[in-house]
């Protein structure tokens, strides 16, 4: 194989030429031709002035750099899009698969042997392995890591659960906006990714206990001394990476994708996961299994004490031995001899664990923060293709409940009328939101989490059943379940329910059932509108007419199959 400035070189019909022009431009920039012959490794810039979750990324790159040349290696930073969750509009996941797609095609076009991928914020570590699953390149992926927690009136506070809990006293009018005023400077004390297991934490945990990052690198503080050593340390194996040659579409074995719905169920990680990991398995060719992820949650507990199934954060649960410390807890559900990127096995990461002497973030089996785990699928006449609940942050009284529906029609439909109370919405009844999936919102924005209407709000209720075909953030909590398949804008049941319908759940049945005569429900889906015609242009033109549902991982159809060159 081709290596360093010969690999993929720019076509002008003489290859030599090609060579010789490339090297007479880089030089430009005052590199020797010692510095040119050596193994070139990549690091991806995900900086922006927009993007907090990624404000330690300058810092990282010049650690990564200094662990490439450490090793032999030749380090070249690019710019990439860089996504942050409350910056793009209308949601960052409708950006994740540009973001893939742009990653992917940089790393394609440009010389590189390796490929170092900081990302952080939510939509950026999966959009980062979905291309790097779709490359021949080998790749590691370097988490921004988890920020500070803040204080306010003696209270520990994180983003970003502890943001929707504050919010909600606010609108119950238990606090006042000077107050609130004073905690919108504490709640993000620092740089880094929310330091909750909300969807940044759980996918930067993810892609280490899935072999694609080094050990501990999904918790250490983005502030810390440790992190900006995992940056050195990531950069110096991404060197012997580039002369092993392997991968990531042969690291994530099927034993390795496994242990990710695993570890996802035992972290109480984000719902967000299922879609992401659909997308990743997706790149590979292969599909979610939801009956296995279904299956893991009843046999893998959740034994992370992290807010919002917890009380605690990100940094004790990197005190606590992080990653490798619950995977010590789970060997008779996980596959030790999984790869690593950087050469070895999982198992390598849990036998070089000090000793134990916390007990409380991570627990043992016999000692659960909840006996089942963070998700469950449900199904029925209302998601024939599944729906996901994250139980373990719902309230179990919850669980199983039959209520009136009450249906808003889309996002702007449920934010102008929610807070009507001529509207008459009663504590016991199912808020329904539809037309807000991948096509239908588009994007599928973090609007599943509805808000409890202000009044039943002011009277104490703190959690309804929720339903829509939306997804909601990590950070969140409640009774709400997403996600529903396929979604109302590609003609799922969830079209057909009207306001009055009797909704049934029952979590531990796994079933959610629209409470009608089949014969009414083939009658009202015939009825029907056709689909809103496609955009006119550009990339929301493509977006929706390519984007796949959600237990699809809601990728461009196109960019789904095996790795090519």
């Known amino acids: 194989m081709t290596r360093g400035l010969r690999r993929r070189l720019t076509s002008y019909g003489d290859q030599d030429f090609s060579l010789f022009l490339r090297k007479a431009f880089i030089k430009a920039m005052g590199y020797s031709d010692d510095a040119l012959e050596r193994p070139i490794i990549g690091i991806a810039n995900t900086y922006s002035d927009y993007n907090p979750c990624h404000g330690n990324v300058m810092q990282l790159i010049e650690a990564a750099k200094r662990g490439i040349m450490l090793a032999g290696g030749m380090p070249m930073v690019f710019p990439t899009i860089s996504i942050h969750e409350s910056f793009a509009a209308p949601t960052s996941m409708f950006l994740r698969n540009l973001m893939a797609m742009e990653t992917e095609e940089m790393v ?55 943001c929707r809990r504050l919010w909600g006293q606010y609108r119950a009018g238990q606090l006042d906006e000077a107050e609130l005023g004073e905690i919108n400077g504490r709640l993000a004390s620092s740089v880094g990714t929310c330091t909750v297991m909300g969807t940044a934490s759980t996918m930067a945990c993810l892609v ?25 340390e990531t950069g110096r194996v991404a060197v012997a990476m580039a002369e092993a040659g392997v991968t990531t579409a042969e690291v994530l074995t099927p034993a390795a994708l496994r242990n990710g719905l695993a570890v996802l169920q035992a972290l109480g990680g984000s719902t967000n996961a299922v879609v992401h990991l659909a997308a990743i398995y997706g790149r590979l060719g292969r599909r979610l299994d939801m009956d296995e992820l279904d299956a893991l949650g009843r046999a893998v507990p959740v034994l992370v004490d992290l807010k919002p199934s917890g009380v605690a954060y990100m940094g004790e649960f990197h005190a606590a031995g992080g990653v490798p410390r619950l995977l010590s807890e789970l060997t008779d559900v996980v596959d030790l001899k999984a790869p690593l990127a950087f050469g070895g096995t999982l198992g390598d990461c849990v036998a070089s664990l000090p000793p134990r002497y916390e007990h409380q973030i991570i627990r043992s089996r ?15 006449n209302l998601a024939p293709r599944g729906a996901v609940i994250k139980h373990s942050a719902a309230d179990p009284k919850l669980q199983v409940h039959e209520g009136r529906a009450i249906v808003f029609d889309s996002v702007r439909d449920m934010t102008e009328r929610l807070d009507d109370e001529t509207l008459g919405i009663a504590a016991d009844d199912v808020l329904v939101l539809r037309n807000a999936g991948p096509r239908g919102a588009p994007g599928m924005p973090e609007a599943g989490y509805i808000p409890i209407p202000r009044y039943l709000a002011r009277q104490g209720v703190k959690d ?20 529903v398949m396929p979604e109302s804008a590609a003609g799922g049941p969830l079209a057909a329910v009207k306001t009055g319908d009797r909704i049934r759940l029952d979590v531990p049945a796994r079933r959610i059932e629209l409470l009608i005569e089949p014969e009414e429900l083939e ?21 929706d007419q390519h984007v796949l549902q959600a237990d699809e991982g809601a990728d461009f159809d196109f960019l789904t199959g095996q790795p090519h060159g």
Request: net charge neutral.
């Open 523 to 543: 009658r009202r889906m015939a009825a029907l509108p056709a689909p809103a015609p496609s955009p006119a242009r550009g990339y929301a033109r493509l977006y």
């Open 464 to 483: 309804m059943v929720r339903i829509s075909d939306a997804r909601m953030s990590g950070t969140a909590f409640g009774t709400v379940i997403l996600h």
């Open 208 to 232: 280490e206990a899935m072999g694609l990052a080094l050990p501990m690198s999904g918790s250490a503080p983005a502030t810390s001394a440790e992190r900006i050593r995992i940056a050195e």
């Open 108 to 162: 394609r076009a440009q010389p590189m042997d390796a490929v170092v991928l900081i990302g952080g914020c939510d939509k950026t570590i999966p959009a980062q392995v979905m291309a790097a699953a779709s490359s021949e390149v080998p790749a590691i992926i370097l988490p921004t890591g988890p920020m500070e927690t803040g204080h306010h009136r003696g209270e520990r506070l994180g983003a970003c659960t502890d």
């Open 366 to 380: 016999d000692n659960p923060v909840s006996a089942d785990g963070a998700l469950a699928v449900l199904s029925g």
